[in-house]
């Protein structure tokens, strides 16, 4: 495991709560704005920052993502100036856990041997594709932990426990615990059964786990809190850097 990754649910832990992910689409809304953006959630908490590679046919993201990739693609964002955009960002925060979110289709342009050999060098400590199936993963994964990376796997509702054993096998990092059926976007309360799926996950791996999908506010987030090692904040995030850079601090030190 990434030694910023495991420090960053030490810390959490040591501080009685969980550690707090946020996730933020590269590029957005555009280049020189998205750099402040991510100062920001670095300085405002966010203990590790997933950074999104947008992409034009996302399957699992709901419409303010979608709106924030599609922005951010027309402003000029690829695969190449998301990992700038990273390695500007470990210059200025040495210890942020930082993870390349992605699709398989910007890898696969790349190549994912290059991808994961730049990405490790530009201070990314972690990797996660939303739709790589287990039996498909290889092909990146491989790479991926030859450059020291983490393989971050997803658990979804609908997966047993035998599955779920399968799909953490060897990973690092974390599990990130997808916490309803469907997209992303803001929920109102959380899927019932959470506390109960959080637990037989325990059972089947030892990595920290953490929960997203639906996560909006501090009430969402501390109930996340009472079974998981972390949240992660994505739709309520973007919604709230859209509105301007006042507006994601403010948005922030509501979970501090």
Not at 61 to 72: F, K, M, T, W
Not at 184 to 197: F, I
Not at 226 to 238: F, K, L
């Amino acid at each position: 495991m990434s030694d910023r990754i495991r420090n960053a649910f030490a810390k959490a832990r040591r501080r009685g709560r969980a550690a707090r992910i946020f996730y933020m689409p590269g590029g957005f809304p555009d280049r020189a704005a998205s750099d402040t953006l991510l100062d920001i959630l670095a300085d405002e908490g966010a203990d590790i920052l997933e950074l999104g590679m947008p992409f034009s046919d996302p399957i699992a993201d709901g419409p303010v993502i979608q709106a924030a990739g599609q922005r951010a693609l027309a402003a000029g964002a690829t695969l190449r100036s998301v990992l700038e955009q990273g390695r500007r960002l470990r210059e200025r925060h040495p210890e942020l856990g930082l993870v390349l979110f992605s699709y398989a289709n910007p890898i696969y342009s790349y190549g994912p041997e290059a991808l994961c050999r730049d990405a490790a060098a530009a201070g990314f400590d972690a990797l996660l594709l939303t739709d790589v199936p287990h039996e498909e993963e290889a092909e990146f994964r491989r790479p991926a932990e030859a450059a020291g990376l983490d393989w971050i796997p997803l658990v979804s509702p609908a997966t047993d426990p035998d599955r779920a054993a399968l799909l953490t096998a060897g990973c690092t990092g974390f599990v990130y615990v997808i916490t309803v059926r469907g997209i992303t976007g803001e929920r109102t309360g959380l899927p019932a059964g959470l506390g109960e799926r959080l637990a037989a996950l325990r059972r089947v791996t030892g990595l920290p786990l953490a929960a997203g999908f639906g996560i909006a506010d501090r009430a969402a987030a501390d109930a996340v809190a009472e079974h998981a090692d972390g949240y992660i904040v994505g739709s309520a995030a973007v919604r709230a850097a859209d509105a301007g850079p006042d507006a994601l601090r403010a948005f922030l030190r509501g979970f501090r």
